[in-house]
Each structure stands twice: as structure tokens, then as C-alpha cells.
């Protein structure tokens, strides 16, 4: 079968006999142009910029128009991927714990909330990359200036609580367990139509905005991990979020899955559904699937039906996965995401058909590399840089884990 030349993010896209698409190079050389790209950022206010700023073009730049930032969820994922990066390589190259590091610091040293009200020296979901540290009313992208979103001090806490493991520094434990303790202290029950915290609050007096917050899983995962470090206190916060999440939102996938509903910083719809946290949920239940009831599997099945059904397209005959309802694009960290858990998925079912499709996917993804490791956040923009989330920090870890499942993935296309 004879196919028109495509060209992907700059690249001629390759297709094997089957129609399949092939990578442009192995995953292993393209990320490791991509991880030796990002050593190359140059410092600012003592971190790569890349940890402060949000917007950068292909050479470091800024964005003069976009000072916002999502300090959260950029530099927890961001840990994540470089610890896990770092493990890859047997630990080897210590300049990705020390980039973990960074952003770490930045996390408890910059961008926290004052020492007072509902939400004290908590992790900001949003901010500007000219303040250090971030301004009490800092709030932007969909925020208000007061506000933050509780689940995404889940995601820094766990990232930090990771790195403490890694590294051994007591500030970012601390910060875990401040993150922790403050959403424990705030946590309600939840029930079909509200999750345990709301999606965003004002730290200074907890008002709520948003009913429903979709990306549970990171506070679970923060509280497992502290209580895998021996702090007891999480029990029964981890049992009544586990008791929700398994009595209505995991069920909500097989409905019309409104509490899934909110995850990204930028979005204020109360019912716009994302797959970030579905997908995320997936994942988490088939790292733990040895600790969780005999159900796992049906309950995997069911999140990423729902993904499937709602959020996926195809681009050049590859099936990949947006963002959300009010965002159809196949941005690199939600479209690697989907390929990572899909993998994850395949291996646990031994499916073959879903394996090449998660393949396929993060072969996809892998064409906004450029050949000087340059990424692009979306493979139809003309030019590298973009969203760091979606070019860089929220895109490796996906990789890393479906090599996991799958090790020769990362060898020659």
C-alpha cells in the first residue's frame, strides 16, 4: 500500500506495511536529545527557567504576553518525570535529581501561600513568573487572585514526598505533610454531585467555586505515600477519598462522567470533563492493582471506554487523545498520558490490539521532538517551545512508563 508523504511537527512521518505509524527515531535517543536539550537551560533567579516560567519559545524565551504560570502541576509532574528518568538511567546521570531539585525548591521555597487562612502554606496552583516568591494574590489563568485548587496540592505534595525518598531533604517532606494536613483538614465526604474538595477555593477563607474537582487520584497517592512513610494520620482520609472515589466516580465513567469534570488551570466551565483525570485514575489502580479489590480490571475497562468514547480522534490515520470537552487538540501531555496508560493497560489484559494502539500514540507524540531535542506542546504548531507542561515535564514520565511495560519500545524504529 502506497501512502502520501506526511509530514508531522517537521518531520517525514514513516509508516511500516501495515499502515502503522513508525517513530521518527528510537524513543530512547529522542528523549535523551530532549533531556540534554533541557540541561541546557539557562538559570534565572537560581532555577532553570524552565521551572518558573510556563511559556518559552525554542531558545529560552519568555512569552512576553504570557507572565501566567502553573507552578503545581509544571513542576510536581515535572518531578515525577525526572526521578523517573533518573531511574532509567540506574541513577547514573545526577543532573536530573539536581533539575528535580529545582523544582522542588521552587515549589516550597516560592510558590506557597501565606501563613494564615483556610489554606496555609499551601502549594499554588497558579501564579506570574516576575514574583519571587509568588504575591498573595498571585491567582491567574482561570484563577482568581486569592484562589487555589486543592487537588493540585496533591499533585506537589506526592511529587515532593518522592523526592524526599530520592534525596533525603526533610523541606520537601514538610511540605508534603503540610500539603496533607491541610487537605485532610478540608476534606468532606463527597457524593454524586460534589467531590471531597471543590475544584477551586480562596485560601484565605475556603469559599468554594466548582462542585466537582475530577483529578482525585493525586491526593490518594499523596496520602499512600505518607503513610508508607510511617504517618498513620492519613488512614482514614485515604479510606473515606477511596470510598468516593470507588462508590460514585469511578462508577460516573460508565454515565455520563461529570465528576470528572475540571482539572486544567485555564478552564472555569463547572461540567467541562477532562481525560487527564480519568486516565490518571487508570494508571493508579494498575500501579496498585495488588492492593485493590479483584475489580480493578472492569474499573480500568470502564475509565478508559470513557475515554475512548469522548475524547479521542485520529490525526493521519493514528488514534490520539485531547485534553478535554472544551479542548479537541492532541497536546503532547495528554496524548502521551493516554498512549502511557494504554500501555499499562495492554500489558495487565495482554491485548495486542490496544498495545500497538497505545504505541501508535506515543510514536505520535514523540514526532514534536525535533533532531536538537527541542519539543513542541501541540505537533501543529509551526516552531518548538510552548507550554513547558505539555512539551516537556508531563510528557516524559509517559514514556518511561510504558518502556516499563514494554521495553523494546524504546529501541530503533
Known amino acids: 500500500m502506497l501512502y502520501e508523504p506526511v509530514t508531522i511537527a517537521g518531520h517525514l512521518a514513516s509508516f511500516d506495511a501495515l499502515g502503522q505509524l513508525r517513530p521518527w527515531t528510537s524513543w530512547n535517543d529522542a528523549l535523551e536529545l530532549e533531556m540534554n536539550f533541557y540541561q541546557q537551560c539557562p538559570s534565572e533567579h537560581g532555577y532553570p ?34 526521578l523517573k528518568y533518573y531511574e532509567l538511567g540506574d541513577k547514573q546521570n545526577s543532573a536530573y ?71 533525603g531533604d526533610n523541606r520537601y517532606l514538610e511540605q508534603a505533610l503540610q500539603n496533607a494536613r491541610i487537605l485532610a483538614a478540608n476534606q468532606n465526604d463527597g457524593n454524586a454531585f460534589n467531590s471531597p474538595w471543590p475544584f477551586r477555593v480562596d485560601y484565605r477563607n475556603g469559599q468554594a467555586r466548582g462542585p466537582v474537582s475530577g483529578n482525585m487520584t493525586y491526593v490518594l497517592r499523596l496520602y499512600d505515600e505518607l503513610l508508607a512513610q510511617g504517618y498513620g494520620e492519613f488512614a482514614a482520609p485515604r479510606q473515606a477519598l477511596w470510598n468516593w472515589i470507588s462508590r460514585w466516580q469511578i462508577p460516573s465513567a460508565a454515565a455520563d462522567g461529570g ?93 495486542a490490539a490496544l498495545a500497538g494502539e497505545a504505541r501508535a500514540a506515543l510514536n505520535f507524540t514523540l514526532y514534536s521532538i525535533d533532531e536538537l531535542g527541542r519539543p513542541r506542546d501541540l505537533f501543529k504548531n509551526v516552531v518548538p517551545g510552548g507550554w513547558q507542561e505539555d512539551a516537556h515535564t508531563d510528557v516524559v514520565h509517559n514514556y518511561v512508563d510504558a518502556m516499563g511495560a514494554f521495553p523494546d519500545w524504546g529501541e530503533g524504529p
Not at 525554542?58 to 513542576?75: E, F, H, K, L, Y
Not at 529545582?102 to 516560592?110: F, H, I, K, P, S
Not at 493497560?345 to 495482554?350: F, H, I, Q, R, V
Request: glycine share 8%; with cysteine; charged share 20%.
Open 259 to 351: 465528576l470528572f469534570a475540571q482539572f486544567f488551570e485555564d478552564h472555569d466551565t463547572p461540567t467541562n470533563r477532562t481525560a487527564w483525570a480519568p486516565l490518571n485514575l487508570a494508571r493508579y489502580l494498575l500501579e496498585q492493582r495488588e492492593l485493590l479489590s479483584a475489580d480493578w480490571c472492569a474499573a480500568c475497562g470502564t475509565l478508559i471506554e470513557f475515554v475512548q468514547a469522548n475524547f479521542t480522534h485520529t490525526e493521519f490515520g493514528v488514534t490520539v487523545c485531547h485534553e478535554q470537552d472544551e479542548d479537541k487538540q492532541a497536546w503532547g501531555g495528554i496524548n502521551s498520558t493516554y498512549g502511557a496508560v494504554l500501555a499499562l493497560y495492554a500489558k495487565a489484559t495482554g491485548s
Open 49 to 82: 527557567r524552565f521551572v518558573l516560567a510556563t511559556f518559552l519559545d525554542a531558545d529560552w524565551t519568555a512569552m512576553p504576553s504570557r507572565t501566567d504560570t502553573i507552578p503545581a502541576t509544571q513542576n510536581g509532574m515535572g518531578i515525577l518525570s525526572y
Open 97 to 167: 535529581l539536581t533539575t528535580a531539585r529545582a523544582m522542588g525548591d521552587y515549589l516550597v521555597t516560592e510558590s506557597l501561600t501565606p501563613p494564615n487562612g483556610t489554606y496555609p502554606r499551601f502549594t499554588r496552583s497558579t501564579g506570574t513568573r516576575v514574583k519571587f516568591p509568588l504575591p498573595e494574590d498571585c491567582g491567574s489563568q482561570a484563577d482568581h487572585p486569592y484562589e487555589i485548587e486543592p487537588d493540585k496540592g496533591g499533585i506537589a505534595g506526592f511529587a515532593l514526598a518522592q523526592l524526599f525518598r530520592a534525596n
